[in-house]
């Protein structure tokens, strides 16, 4: 349609296509019409395109594919040209309005709006590949919009393949200039395995302990996967909320040479807790927070230890 009223050079071409796909979708949400056609603008209109994709059409035009191979080909090529979903969010609406992440009894899930104005909650399975990982961005992100009322705008672009939904979701991640630093002092956290708790302390800035708390993570080994997750990312938006309180960064260590032992070592307890809670994944998500809430995070080398007594942080200067 975008090729065939640029060539008429037609005024507003958006509000045309909107009105004919008004009529042919009538039980369609709108937001969805909108979405689509800022997607379509996305592909060139003075170029073939071939919906479902070139390659895949080129084989099916191919005399010699019968069977079994061909109706595969033609299944695989009908969700390219067809499976896709595309809803542009904004912060008016929450992040978005017609398909919108909500949390359900502490799992993920997407609401999708249907054509009879209905909605499909389907579960959020989306594993952090790594550190870097925009995921944990989002995520954090996510939680920050819930708790302030304060949203922000993403899409969300749903593709179905091999009859499963597949999602990807965009954003604008923030680059806010960092206010809370360690020139004021830190607040320092040390994961520990036996008994399974956090250690925070409050350190000034010539290295002082000024005040000491630690969290029990007891309550997490119950938990299922989502469930945990959940939980940590609020024990992470705590942690950053007090050193935000306090004026100061946060530091915590470097696990990426964690030793979990070794089966004989007279050490099963601690590797059964470690199995049970992954230190790693909670720093992950820790150190995503305080991105979004312009504290600094440090991360210093495994020698960081706390008790009642005193703290010791070692950082790179």
Known sequence: MLKELEKEKTRNPHAQIYQRLRKLFPKLPTKYIDSGIY????????????????????????NHLTGKVREGLKKQWKEQRQGTLVSIGSKA??????????????????????????FIYAKVLREPSN????????????????????????????????????????????????KYTKENGVIAVDTNASPIHLAIAEVSKTGELVSYQTISLHHLLGLSKNGKDQQEWILAHQ???????????????????????????????????????????????????????????????????????????????
């Open 39 to 62: 997607k379509a603008k996305q592909y060139p209109t003075d170029k073939p395109v071939v919906f479902g994709g070139k390659r895949l059409f080129e084989k099916l035009c191919k």
């Open 239 to 317: 942690i950053v909320d007090l050193a935000i309180q306090k004026n100061k960064a946060i530091a915590v260590e470097n696990l990426k040479k964690l030793r979990k032992g070794k089966r004989g070592d007279g050490k099963a307890e601690l590797r059964k807790r470690l199995h049970q809670w992954n230190a790693k994944k909670f720093l992950q998500k820790l150190k995503r927070v305080p991105m979004i809430k312009v504290v600094e995070i440090l991360e210093v080398p495994s020698c960081l230890y706390i008790n009642h007594r005193h703290a010791k942080v070692c950082t790179n200067s």
């Open 93 to 118: 609406d929450k992040g978005n309005r017609l398909t919108r992440f909500e949390n359900i009894n502490g799992q993920l899930h997407l609401r999708i709006t249907t054509g009879n104005r209905e």
């Open 131 to 178: 550190s870097k990982d925009k995921w944990l961005t989002f995520m954090a992100m996510l939680l920050e919009s819930w708790q302030t009322k304060n949203y922000f705008a993403y899409t969300v672009e749903l593709k179905l393949r091999e009859g499963e939904v597949y999602g990807s979701v965009s954003f604008e991640i923030p680059t806010p200039e960092v």
